[in-house]
Each structure stands twice: as structure tokens, then as C-alpha cells.
């Protein structure tokens, strides 16, 4: 079993890509713990494509949550069994952002790299409400799911969500 998660910042990838790795017990893979690495600044995409590319080969199985899509991007889509979208609507990524941030505030995530404490800043509320949300990020996500119909997985709220993992629980 491959999964691929992406969505929007806030939306629960990760959240969920932990749920399905410990119900399956299969590995997981949170693209910010690669992203977010610290020191690395010139040779940041060829490690970011390293560490990627090694867990694939590595793992019959597996979860990955993350965009980026400058990391394997189309290998990781190609490959996955599933590809779940979390289109949840800004205002629900921003209530849940910043209920992450009230739990885990001066924290590093499970899912962050090391000594990336969560944020909650007007730089990063504006990508979750704007930027984020531009014409190109809508396109791709749109290509990917005409391109990737069969496997695409859209979950838009809390109760499909919630509806998905009972679901996902019982195979």
C-alpha cells in the first residue's frame, strides 16, 4: 500500500498520514521533517531528492504527506496506490492551524525537522488564507486529479474525513 497526501497547510496531512502508518504499520514519510532540515542551503534540493528517493526504493509500502513539489514529486504520484487531497476550506486550515499552534507552541512536531518549532505568524496566516491558494497551486491539484482520477481521494471536511479513516480502519 502507497499513499501520497497533500492539501492545503493546516488541513491534517500529517495528522492522518501518522493514523494510517500505525494502523497499517507501514512507514511514514512527513515531507516538512525533509523540507525543514537545518543547514542545508546550497545542496538543499539534491539531499531533499536523496532522502526521497532512498525511502522509495527502500519501502514496499508506504505513506508520504507533503506538496513540495520539487521532491519526487511525480514519482511519488505515479507510484501511490492513493493519492488523498485535503481540500478543506481556508478558514477550517486556519482554525486548525492555529490549534496546532496553541498545543504545540515553542514545540517541534513530530512531523518537523528538529529545531523547527511550530509557527504561527501573519507570513504563514497569509500563505494558509492566500498564497497558498493561487491560481498555480489550484491548477496543479486540479491536473492531478483529472490526470490521477482512479487513485484520487478528495476529502473537503471533518465528517469525510472522519469517514475515510472508520472506513480505512475496517480494510
Known amino acids: 500500500m502507497k499513499i501520497t497526501i497533500i492539501g492545503y ?39 531533499e531528492e536523496r532522502i526521497v528517493t532512498e525511502f522509495l526504493d527502500r519501502n514496499s509500502s508506504w505513506v508520504i504527506d507533503g506538496n513540495y513539489s520539487g521532491i519526487c514529486y511525480e514519482r511519488r504520484l505515479s507510484e501511490a496506490d492513493h493519492i488523498i487531497f485535503m481540500n478543506f476550506n481556508r478558514f ?10 496553541r498545543k504545540n507552541a515553542g514545540k517541534t ?28 497551486h489550484k491548477a496543479n491539484y486540479n491536473r492531478i486529479a483529472k490526470e490521477y482520477s482512479d487513485k484520487v481521494i478528495l476529502i473537503k471536511n471533518q465528517r469525510q474525513l472522519t469517514a475515510y479513516i472508520q472506513f480505512f480502519g475496517s480494510l
Open 92 to 101: 477550517q486550515c486556519l482554525f486548525r492551524a492555529w490549534k496546532r499552534f
Open 109 to 136: 512536531r513530530d512531523s518537523m525537522a528538529p529545531g523547527c518549532p511550530e509557527r504561527f505568524d501573519a507570513e504563514f496566516v497569509k500563505w494558509i488564507l492566500h498564497d497558498g491558494r493561487s491560481k498555480k
Open 9 to 47: 497547510s493546516g488541513s491534517g496531512k500529517s495528522t492522518l498520514a501518522q493514523t494510517i502508518g500505525q494502523r497499517k504499520h507501514i512507514p511514514v514519510l512527513h515531507l516538512d521533517q525533509v523540507h525543514w532540515l537545518p543547514g542545508w542551503v546550497e545542496r538543499k534540493e539534491i539531499e
